[in-house]
């Protein structure tokens, strides 16, 4: 078997694409998107009929609704392919803004919803600000499923099991890329490569806290650099995977071994806690590389999404 069909005996593999004619060569259960994937996707050629159909359809409409019609054509044609979920994203715009971010994951459901779509097929993305977080306790309790995104330090993931969020993306690539960019010229690629990548590490200590905790917030490592660190986290719940490094794994033939499992004892799981507010915020605080990757994050995705804007409104 090649690395991916191996990988897949471990951990449940997710797309992580826009592009859904592509995806089903790899045969992933899920999907992923962000608005910067949909943005890509939607100049492409073969998609812009879709994205002029979506757009001619509501005419006339508030502007953040048409881009959520968009949003919601590409899940529903992304769910003719994966047999499992797919992850629509909030505008980043409103992660500090909890009202506003439940209101907008309602209606995205109910479009799912109006095309014959149940909820638990769709994920809906909010960035881990403790707004975000907030909104998805809510959402969980009223049966909408969160997949909370730009996640990169501990106290996020334990605020998000806190509040019952049926699945968190750790950012490995991103947190790989802040610590390389600290290093310089002393980062020693081979000696921090594998299990000691520090997104790894991170998503590792993540995955062995919520087991050996009883949390049932799902895991999926996200944003990758490079196949290693892919296959140092087999055996996570979920990973999800851009096109280009599930054809690497698709081409490659080398022995993939289980690297995380939920009945091993980690050397460092931390001691069971939570976070209030203000916990939370200075612990996020504390911790320069996620204060700074999250607003980054935020960052890109807000303006992508004001490229998308400018794109709809073009039409």
Same mark, same amino acid.
Not at 131 to 146: D, F, M, S, V
Not at 212 to 237: H, P, W
Not at 296 to 307: Q, Y
């Given at each position: 078997?090649?690395?991916l069909?191996?990988?897949k005996a471990?951990t449940?593999?997710?797309?992580?694409?826009g592009?859904?004619?592509?995806?089903a060569?790899?045969a992933?259960?899920?999907?992923t998107?962000n608005p910067?994937?949909?943005l890509?996707?939607?100049?492409?050629?073969e998609?812009?009929?879709?994205?002029?159909?979506a757009?001619?359809a509501?005419?006339?409409?508030?502007?953040?609704?048409?881009?959520?019609?968009?949003?919601v054509?590409f899940?529903?044609?992304i769910?003719?392919v994966?047999?499992?979920?797919?992850?629509?994203?909030?505008?980043?715009r409103?992660?500090?803004d909890?009202?506003?971010t439940?209101?907008?994951?309602?209606r995205?459901i109910a479009?799912y919803e109006?095309?014959?779509?149940g909820?638990?097929?769709?994920l809906?993305?909010?960035?881990?600000?403790w707004?975000?977080?907030?909104?998805?306790?809510?959402?969980e309790?009223?049966?909408i499923?969160?997949?909370?995104?730009?996640l990169?330090?501990f106290?996020?993931?334990?605020a998000?099991g806190?509040?019952?969020?049926?699945l968190?993306?750790p950012f490995?690539?991103r947190i790989?890329?802040?610590?390389?960019?600290?290093?310089?010229?002393s980062?020693?690629?081979?000696?921090?490569?594998?299990?000691?990548?520090?997104?790894?590490?991170?998503?590792?200590?993540?995955?062995?806290?919520?087991?050996k905790?009883?949390i049932?917030?799902?895991v999926?490592?996200a944003s990758?650099?490079n196949?290693?660190?892919?296959?140092?986290?087999?055996?996570?719940?979920l990973l999800?995977?851009?096109?280009?490094?599930?054809?690497?794994?698709q081409?490659a !033939?080398?022995?993939?071994?289980? $690297? =995380?499992?939920?009945? %091993?004892? /980690?050397a +460092?799981?931390?001691?069971?806690?939570t976070?209030? !507010?203000?916990?939370f915020?200075? $612990? =996020?605080n504390?911790? %320069?590389? /996620?204060? +700074?990757k999250?607003?980054?994050?935020?960052r890109?995705?807000?303006a992508?999404?004001v490229?998308l804007?400018?794109?709809?409104?073009?039409?």
């Amino acid at each position: 078997m090649n690395q991916l069909e191996q990988l897949k005996a471990y951990t449940t593999v997710v797309a992580d694409t826009g592009n859904f004619r592509q995806m089903a060569q790899y045969a992933p259960r899920d999907a992923t998107t962000n608005p910067s994937l949909i943005l890509k996707a939607v100049q492409q050629t073969e998609y812009a009929p879709l994205l002029s159909a979506a757009v001619a359809a509501h005419q006339g409409r508030p502007l953040d609704e048409v881009v959520d019609r968009v949003l919601v054509r590409f899940g529903l044609e992304i769910l003719k392919v994966v047999p499992g979920r797919v992850s629509t994203e909030v505008d980043a715009r409103l992660s500090f803004d909890t009202a506003a971010t439940i209101a907008r994951a309602q209606r995205l459901i109910a479009m799912y919803e109006a095309a014959g779509i149940g909820r638990d097929r769709v994920l809906i993305k909010i960035a881990s600000t403790w707004e975000g977080i907030q909104a998805a306790r809510a959402l969980e309790q009223q049966g909408i499923h969160c997949n909370l995104t730009l996640l990169f330090s501990f106290c996020q993931a334990v605020a998000c099991g806190d509040a019952g969020v049926r699945l968190i993306s750790p950012f490995v690539g991103r947190i790989y890329d802040w610590y390389k960019k600290q290093a310089g010229a002393s980062w020693d690629e081979a000696a921090m490569a594998g299990a000691n990548d520090p997104g790894v590490r991170s998503v590792a200590k993540i995955f062995h806290y919520y087991k050996k905790y009883g949390i049932a917030t799902e895991v999926m490592g996200a944003s990758f650099r490079n196949v290693g660190q892919i296959l140092a986290l087999a055996g996570c719940d979920l990973l999800t995977i851009s096109p280009d490094l599930l054809t690497q794994l698709q081409s490659a !033939e080398g022995p993939v071994t289980r $690297a =995380l499992s939920p009945q %091993a004892e /980690a050397a +460092e799981v931390p001691h069971g806690c939570t976070f209030n !507010e203000a916990r939370f915020r200075w $612990a =996020l605080n504390e911790d %320069a590389m /996620a204060t +700074e990757k999250l607003a980054e994050g935020i960052r890109l995705f807000a303006a992508d999404a004001v490229k998308l804007d400018a794109l709809i409104q073009g039409r």
